[in-house]
């Protein structure tokens, strides 16, 4: 049975070329409509942003500055892929780095970020 990731610090390569996959936003609203368990998905921008200009539906709010300090507080199960975002793709990769460093398994960064997500049409909550 599946269990929940117990992240410890140099538990994983976040330099091992599948330590996450960036997923486009249309393939990944795709899937995640579907997936069992549900995606856990993690909006990396600050406060302001997530509450201002919207943010993806179940987003949990830790930004990139203080995840690593609350990565105990992720209850995400072994077999869960986790979805991370900001405005754009390079703030959600530093954020898989150090999740993938800490053992994380299944990461996916949304490619483009949340511009691009926005671009294609996709749901936003909180406007």
């Known amino acids: 049975l599946p269990q ?5 610090a140099g538990a994983g390569d976040p330099e091992a070329p599948d330590a996450w996959r960036v997923v486009d936003p249309r393939s990944a609203r795709s899937l995640m409509q579907t997936a069992t368990p549900p995606w856990y998905v993690v909006d990396v921008r600050d406060s302001r942003a997530y509450a201002t200009r919207g943010h993806l539906a179940e987003a949990a709010l830790v930004p990139l500055e203080v995840l690593e300090a ?3 507080d992720l209850h995400v199960r072994t077999d869960q ?3 991370l975002y900001a405005d754009d793709e390079a703030r959600a990769t530093a954020a898989a780095r ?3 460093g800490y053992g994380f398994p299944n990461l996916r960064v949304l490619g483009g970020g949340m ?3 926005e671009r294609e049409g996709l749901p936003v909550e909180g406007r």
């Open 4 to 8: 929940e990731v117990h992240p410890r």
């Open 70 to 72: 609350n990565v105990g």
């Open 98 to 100: 150090i999740l993938a």
């Open 115 to 117: 511009a691009a997500w």
């Open 81 to 83: 892929i986790v979805l």
